[in-house]
């Protein structure tokens, strides 16, 4: 399943490819791409596992910055 999610605060396009590429390697995850222009996650993932990788992602977003959000 894909989906697509808004991100809040994301300040860094540096940081915003860090967070991709450590949600990449989480299990169940097929595919994501942060884009920090539109501030967008495109994630895809099956579908029963798609809560437990977002918050999973919120954890890694929150550590690499801060004030940073996953509005689902």
Known sequence: MKKVFKMEELDCAHCAQKMQDAIEKLPGVEKVTINFL?????????????????????KICKKIEPDCRIIH
């Open 38 to 58: 539109t501030q967008k996650m495109t994630l895809e993932a099956p579908q029963e596992q798609m809560e437990e990788i977002l918050l999973q992602a919120e």
